[in-house]
């Protein structure tokens, strides 16, 4: 795992704050937990695996600074009793909860038509129910019941930088698309009690983890996508993480609802994932287009 934060932040920044990271053991998660923990916050890391987790907290506890400190916690996101026992744990071991990124996630590669039921509600239910069912808990049992709305939280929503669509996981793009626009919804509803809610959209981010989902079609994809991004390469983790936690500082305490771009400017457009040589192309009814217009 990567291990330089670019953190620009002052030291302790986040020292007496409680804050959740879903699937904080690997990759981008991984990032945002190991900056905060050297900004002094206390953690809690949530996912289904939990010896990825605990390996992770090992770890991620030599990064802390200033009582920083890394808690564990399994949690399956599609399912809502252990929504309900994370942030029971959260309230436990941290005291409180300052903040939280919905940052757990993934979808699998399929064209429209072979994608089931099943299939399509699963990834919605990773990406979108999961965020919806996080986010309204901690509101009901933590947020909605303080006094000072200065001391309240902040949301971060990890979505896809796809807003041409995502050819190839279209579910995923439906899901993220829902997210952002649950986040306006929550930051327009929740802006009097304090808690701010906004989106992060990363690119194409090389994190091992992450591209391990796709065994050998990971590198086509790659090769076929370098050139598309404008920056001519993948971003790293670290390069989300610091917006995240700049979002999740008071330093960003006049912004809510909004969604941000991490992706060397594609501009949060289509992530460019061909779907097939499908030998044809949409020619114009009308006259000719020359050769080299075409692919
Ligand atoms: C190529 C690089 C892309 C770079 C850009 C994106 C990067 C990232 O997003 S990185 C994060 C990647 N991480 C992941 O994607 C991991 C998380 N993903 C999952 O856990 C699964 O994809 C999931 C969300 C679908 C959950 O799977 P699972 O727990 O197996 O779900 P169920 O057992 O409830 O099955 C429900 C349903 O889904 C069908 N299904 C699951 N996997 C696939 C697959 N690979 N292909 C086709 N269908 C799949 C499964 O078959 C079930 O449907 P039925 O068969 O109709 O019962
Ligand atoms: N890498 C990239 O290029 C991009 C990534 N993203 C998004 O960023 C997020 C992090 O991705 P990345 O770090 O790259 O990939 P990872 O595969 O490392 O991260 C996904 C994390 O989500 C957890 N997770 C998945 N499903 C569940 C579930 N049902 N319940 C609890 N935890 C779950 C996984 O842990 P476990 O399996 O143990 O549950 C894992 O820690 C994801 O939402 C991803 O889609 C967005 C744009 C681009």
Sequence with gaps: MSSLALTPFKAGLFVGKGIIVTGGG???????????????????IAARRIDVLEAAASELNKSSQRGGKIYVCQCNVRNEDDIQKLVTFALETMGRIDGLVNNAGGQFVSPVENISARGFKAVVETNLLSCFMLSKEI????????????TSGSIVNIILANKNGFPMMAHSGAARAGVENLTKSMALEWIG????????????????SGF??????????????????????????EEVSSLVVFLLSDAAVYITGQNMGVDGGMGQGTIPLRPQDHGASLLPVYGELPMKARL
């Design 26 to 44: 690997t990759g981008l998660g991984y990032a945002i937990a190991k900056e905060l923990v050297s900004l002094g916050a206390k953690v809690v």
């Design 139 to 150: 509101y009901n049992r933590w947020w909605s019941l303080q006094e000072d709305s200065k």
């Design 212 to 237: 391990a989902n796709y065994g050998e079609m990971a590198g086509a994809f790659l090769s076929s996508v370098l050139p598309c991004i404008p920056a001519h390469r993948c971003g790293t983790a």
């Design 193 to 208: 009690r304090g808690v701010r809610v906004n989106c992060v959209a990363p690119g194409i981010i090389y994190t091992e």
